[in-house]
């Protein structure tokens, strides 16, 4: 498990999220090295927009942050082909149900399959593996004759961090 992780996939409240940032900036240039592909500045600021938090963040957003420190005005389009790229790379991750882009903080090799769980609460998102999830997905998808290509699996709720601030006890 990473520095700052909890067995959760969630970060540990007031982790060291530079360390994160660094790691994800690494990941992304080794990425895209092996792939042929190039970490253009563009390509670097979106990731470290996205990269910024362990929350998922819209195309706007991350075009209004870019805007708020001063480089030119981009269009939308820029910021999509950028995002997309940084997918295609699997460096970031698109959320499906909210439209919105995270960092990937986790390896996963040749392997797209995923949880994703999200904070309804605070944001936070947060990588989780368990095969066997997605074997029975399989299997299911299988007996019908449907041939996945990628699963990702959202799950939305309560994070630990907040739930425990939800409670009276505290």
Wanted: aromatic share 4%.
């Amino acid at each position: 498990m990473k520095a700052g992780s909890s067995a959760s996939g969630f970060p540990v409240p007031d982790h060291d999220h530079a360390s994160c940032l660094t790691e994800v900036i690494v990941r992304a240039a080794v990425a895209f090295e092996r792939q042929g592909l190039r970490l253009t500045d563009l390509r670097r600021n979106v990731l470290e927009e996205v990269a910024a938090s362990h929350k998922a963040v819209g195309a706007y957003e991350v075009l209004e942050r870019l805007a708020s420190k001063g480089g030119k005005r981009l269009a939308p389009i820029s910021i999509y082909r950028a995002l997309d790229t940084l997918v295609a790379a699997g460096v970031v991750h698109r959320l499906e149900s909210r439209n919105a882009f995270f960092a990937c903080h986790v390896v996963h090799g040749g392997n797209r399959r995923q949880i994703v769980l999200a904070c309804e609460q605070c944001g936070a998102v947060a990588e989780v593996s368990r095969p066997n999830v997605f074997d029975d997905i399989q299997t299911a998808a299988g007996a019908v004759g449907f041939r996945m290509s990628q699963v990702l699996v959202e799950v939305s709720g309560t994070c630990a961090a907040c739930s425990r601030s939800e409670r009276p006890d505290k």
